[in-house]
């Protein structure tokens, strides 16, 4: 309850010490550890307790607490049983405040009052969510007020003094102050600027408690950050703790550890009995409002915004300034056009006769990306993103990619113009795309096999944005896809609009100012497909679909057809349509086609399909393999197999359609990279579309 937080904090001040937080999180190492451990802590001498709901895509955690949240959830941990683990530590005599600390997505899937009713009811004291704005965290702390629960907002050393008097006007009980910038972890040494950055807070904050965490991991930490704040956090030492210790002594590990921070002289005197607060019934002040001067709005109808952690933030403010102040300079816009002739521009759109012959219907035509410079319309995004970087005065890239097409693309514009790049690749993903990431290191780009969960796009991402994070300063995230938080969405969208533009005017100049009625592209995070529909989307007679990777098909758990079997939450910073489970955790994925595995979507996207402007369909592996087979062998192009996935959803689309209309298909890439991947699969797909290449056992006769 919120007022047994203020009453902690007020004793420890009436007791000339500072307050001790600890975080675990719930069902680490098992679940049956976990009360054992909260009562150790409070035998120890912890006044407060972070009990962590697991997430299985966290932007903000070190490899330590990362770790701990897979376990927990490997254990069978949900937010029912986080709330049941609450109820039995206080019905074993936990009477120190409980707050849940974890990610936005699991709450909202299970729901925000009903989750803040149960947790008020089981004992919890309150909040602290990482990823939640300050224009959702007014609301979601109106509703904690409502039922005697305290919500915690963190604030960082880059929180804006505008953020800092908001994030203050709703804190109830305390502020988490995130001592550094980068992800959680133990360190030799704390931050030093400590008390500069309380005092900097409390000139917004005046007397709400501040406790500080973030690096701290003995009791010289506690001792030199006890001398600012009012209390002190520690959790990823605490997790290394009970992860070293062993079966049957984990809450004595907790209690233990708890007394060598506070000192073999400290004597713990023992909390009140726990006693459930009667909830006010009444609702926080809802005029508290956060007001930031946007060029671009963030929201795509209900669907975009930025759901980051806090440190987060000041990147995305940073970007967001350099990318307005980009699209507004001539001068920006002549020096990215004058690298056209670099990639290629325009990109060729020709008709498919073959193809269109084949389908019996529609004509269709091809917007041939894959004609680009380093095979794919990447580089339309990338070079533009490295421009902006220059503007910021980067010297270092860093990118996500999960087919390789990204990476080469930004390997490539790293390497024209001089800068240092670094790209992020799922471990899985750079075995299957093996030639891509040698053509990256080629190019001098460093690339880092992500080891991480299902070791694919996903964690190759959520990675790029935990080192963007602890290196802003030097570093710009050339961000794929159409992905992620505002900007990235309306930015990425700006830049690929090329391939859209062209095609339009390509088409009506071969059709007599007539336009095509319907374009179609492959849907993985939206960069390919964003840039193709947009220039459309008021053209209401164009019909928009996309293609999604249907994997072993939707019926399956073994697809990436986010839009089409997906439901609305929050992943790596967005608001938008993923796969996910019961419990609000973040579905494995699969397909053929490395750079459509991934289970999130842009919102752009996401919003067109909820007012019903874009049409999305899934294609299964089988099928994408038919796509290329058709393109190659009608049209002599071998396509990628992202693509292909178009090519196949534009064919059953032509089928329905008249011979005297016309179909644009994104030819977003070519297939180079993905020959030995369809060698690998065809001999177990190949029998669904009567494909066989192997050769016979001689091949001349």
């Not at 490997?74 to 849940?100: E, H, M, W, Y």
């Not at 079966?247 to 060598?260: I, L, Q, Y």
């Amino acid at each position: 309850m919120s007022q047994l937080l203020k009453d902690t904090f007020q004793r420890c001040k009436d007791e000339n010490r500072r307050a001790l937080v600890n975080f675990v999180t719930a069902g680490y190492p098992t679940i049956e550890d976990t009360v054992p451990i909260l009562l150790g802590m409070q035998e120890g001498g912890v006044d407060v307790i972070e009990l962590g709901i697991p997430f299985s895509d966290p932007m903000a955690e070190g490899p330590t607490i990362q770790v701990a949240s897979t376990v927990a959830l490997d254990n069978g941990v949900t937010v029912s049983k986080c709330l049941d683990l609450v109820r039995q530590a206080r019905a074993a005599g936990v009477s120190v405040p409980i707050i849940f600390m974890g990610y936005y997505n699991p709450l909202l899937k299970y729901g925000e009052e009903r989750l803040i009713a149960e947790s008020a009811e089981a004992g919890a004291s309150g909040f602290i969510i990482v990823d939640l704005p300050p224009e959702e965290a007014i609301k979601f702390r109106s509703t904690c007020t409502k039922y005697g629960l305290s919500y915690v907002p963190l604030v960082t050393p880059a929180t804006t003094d505008a953020r800092l008097e908001v994030l203050s006007k709703i804190a109830d009980s305390f502020i988490y102050v995130v001592s550094r910038m980068g992800t959680t972890g133990s360190l030799a040494e704390v931050s030093s600027g400590i008390a500069e950055l309380c005092d900097r807070v409390r000139k917004f904050s005046g007397d709400t408690p501040l406790a500080v965490g973030f690096g701290i991991s003995n009791r010289d930490h506690f001792l030199t950050v006890s001398e600012a704040a009012d209390g002190v956090v520690i959790g990823s030492k605490v997790i290394t703790v009970l992860g070293e210790s062993q079966p049957g002594t984990r809450g004595e590990c907790a209690r233990d550890f708890a007394k060598s921070i506070l000192g073999a002289d400290y004597k713990p005197i023992a909390p009140p009995a726990f006693v459930a607060h009667t909830a006010s019934g009444l609702a926080a002040d809802s005029k508290v409002t956060l007001e930031e001067e946007r060029k671009y709005n963030p929201r795509f109808g209900d669907f975009g915004g930025q759901y980051v952690p806090e440190a987060l933030h000041t990147c995305l403010a940073e970007l967001e300034r350099g990318f307005e102040s980009a699209v507004a300079d001539p001068e920006f816009w002549s020096d990215f056009r004058s690298l056209y002739s670099y990639i290629g521009r325009p990109s060729s759109l020709h008709k498919a006769e073959r193809l269109t012959e084949h389908a019996g219907g529609a004509q269709i035509w091809l917007k041939r990306e894959d004609l680009n410079h380093t095979g794919s319309h990447k580089i339309n995004n990338a070079l533009a993103q490295v421009l902006i970087a220059r503007r910021l005065g980067k010297k270092r890239i860093i990118a996500e990619t999960g087919a390789g097409q990204h990476g080469v693309a930004t390997a490539t514009a790293c390497a024209k113009f001089g800068l240092e790049c670094c790209v992020f690749m799922g471990a899985e993903d750079v075995k299957r795309q093996a030639l891509n990431v040698f053509r990256m290191r080629i190019l001098g780009a460093k690339v880092v096999a992500v080891t991480n969960g299902t070791q694919t796009l996903r964690d190759a991402t959520s990675e790029a944005f935990r080192y963007w994070v602890s290196h802003l300063e030097t570093t710009h995230y050339v961000v794929g896809s159409a992905i992620g938080p505002h900007p990235y969405p309306t930015l990425v969208r700006t830049f690929q609009c090329v391939i859209g533009s062209e095609a339009k005017e390509q088409f009506k100049e071969l059709n007599g100012g007539r336009l095509p009625d319907a374009v179609v592209a492959c849907v993985g995070g939206g960069s390919n497909s964003t840039g193709l529909f947009s220039p459309f989307e008021k053209d209401l007679s164009v019909k928009m679909l996309g293609v999604e990777a249907g994997g072993d098909g939707i019926d399956t758990e073994k697809h990436s057809a986010t839009l089409t079997a997906g439901v609305p939450g929050v992943f790596h910073g967005v608001k938008t349509y993923v796969l996910q489970d019961s419990d609000g955790q973040i579905h494995d994925t699969h397909s053929v086609s490395a750079g459509l595995d991934y289970p999130g979507v842009g919102p752009e996207l996401a919003y067109w399909k909820s007012t019903g402007r874009a049409e999305f369909i899934a294609a299964t592996d089988a099928q994408a393999l038919e796509g290329f087979r058709l393109l190659s062998q009608l049209e002599g192009i071998i396509p990628a197999l992202e693509s292909s996935h178009a090519i196949h959803g534009a064919v059953e689309l032509a089928k329905t359609m008249s011979a005297d209309q016309h179909i644009i298909v994104n030819v977003s890439g070519r297939g180079d990279k993905d020959v030995q991947s369809v060698a690998k699969i065809l001999p177990k797909l190949g029998d669904q579309i009567g494909w066989d290449l192997r050769f016979e056992e001689d091949p001349s006769k």
